[in-house]
């Protein structure tokens, strides 16, 4: 990663109102063709996310998204220059922390080199290049929304995800888009108190896992620096944290391009579908993404971004409340 410059008209107008310092600009160029749009999609948990924020024109056209550094909060955002560059700014005490991490966050370790996609994905892969998985590092903040989905429809997890941050986040450093929050920090999250988990719609077992998760965050903070099967086996000994959740950290937080969400209610469906043209369960879903060892979530990426897992539907449209495992 270099820091140099930006381009003026890329970026012009980022300027903070709200008398903070100058932003940090912030640039990666990199050796493999970087589609950001696509490598950051999942960071978002919906369309009104209030830490993620995509402005397709203007002068502040860019993603947006917020975070939470051991040195305090940022905002940063990033446009495409190019095939293989990314240039941005970055406002708030955490800023030089999301510069160091911005090659690991736009997928520069995420090595894809000997992935030899499905024989039905193999177009969409040739598409889709630039798709990686990204590596945060922050384990909190891709873990507390992953339980507030569990168990859940997503509608109903991301009004929860909006109302919390909204009551107990902090205003986005920098000139964000307006409504931009950043995350609680761990003791926020653990002394939140009973009736508000309940106006945000959280029932008390997911909001018992959230307190318990946000008690030992600093012990599931190191799993960043671990092995992947060893992060998600640390993450499972928290109650309320199973296959799913750990693996839903894994792909944002860890950056595993192998992590499968066993668990999810159209996932195996999903899957099946795409590659055999047949419906199936978790079991089967393994059986068929087994071969593509340590690529399985790169096989569903693409299965995403290209919408092949589509399957038809053979019936009314039903109401599930229990789509995904914990």
Known sequence: MTASPLPAPALAGARAVDGSPDPLPLALRSDR????????????????????????????????????FPTGPVTYRLVQAGVRDVVGQAWGPGAGELAESLPSLLGEPDDAASFEPPARLADAHRRHLGLRVPRTGRVLEALVPAVLEQKVQVVTAHHAWRWLLARH????????????RVVPDARTWATIPVWDWHRAGVDPRRARTVVECARVARRLEECAAMEPPAAQARLQLVPGVGVWTAAEVAQRALGDADAVSVGDFHLAKAVGWALTGERTDDAGMLRLLAPYAPHRYRVVRLLEVSGLGHAPRRGPRLSIQDHRGN
């Open 33 to 68: 063709p970087l589609d950001l749009r696509s490598t950051l999609a999942k960071l978002s948990r919906g369309p009104y996310d209030p830490t993620f924020r995509v402005v397709p024109s203007g002068p502040l056209a860019g993603t947006w998204r917020t975070s939470l």
């Open 169 to 180: 986040g902090t205003p986005a450093p920098g000139p964000a888009p307006e409504g931009m």
